[in-house]
């Protein structure tokens, strides 16, 4: 049986094993022999090699149905983590007109008081805030207004 190259060019694969494992074409113009005297091994290996890309391309794809799964799942995680974010922003926001109103006390019966140079720029800023400003935005968040946000404060 003619090797790759010979049998594609339609060339006669002549073989001296004495002198190499190539044909005698090939070694002429400097390629690669696949000739072989069993032709029955060259197809035995590539239906192992067939078999192998085979069983490789299976791992790849249980792989991929792992890292899809852990991505759905994460991907909910990080909705719910989002969702419960504006309800404790929305909820705190409705407090604070709550407290807003009913003037500037907490539920508690302890005074509404930010003090301190280490406190945060959003404090600062609520603080800098007109009342009638900071009104209206804590009622503009109790009313579910979705431009407001932890991170608009800042």
């Given at each position: 049986m003619p090797c790759s190259s010979c049998h594609q060019h339609n060339r006669s694969c002549i073989v001296d094993r004495s002198k190499s494992l190539s044909c005698s074409e090939c070694i002429r113009r400097k390629?690669?022999?696949?000739v072989s005297v069993d032709p029955d091994s060259r197809f035995d290996k590539e239906v192992e090699k067939s078999r192998q890309l085979e069983e490789e391309e299976e791992n790849l794809m249980r792989e991929i149905a792992v890292l899809h799964n852990?991505?759905?799942?994460t991907h909910e995680q990080k909705r719910h983590s989002l969702r419960r974010q504006k309800e404790y922003f929305d909820r705190g926001m409705a407090d604070l007109a709550e407290e807003m109103n009913s003037g500037s006390e907490l539920s508690n019966g302890d005074v509404f008081v930010v003090e301190g140079s280490g406190e945060p720029d959003w404090v600062q800023e609520l603080n800098a805030m007109s009342?009638?400003?900071l009104e209206q935005l804590a009622v503009s968040v109790s009313q579910g207004s979705d431009g407001a946000n932890p991170q608009s404060l800042s």
């Open positions: 390629v690669a022999c696949d852990r991505l759905i799942r009342p009638g400003s």
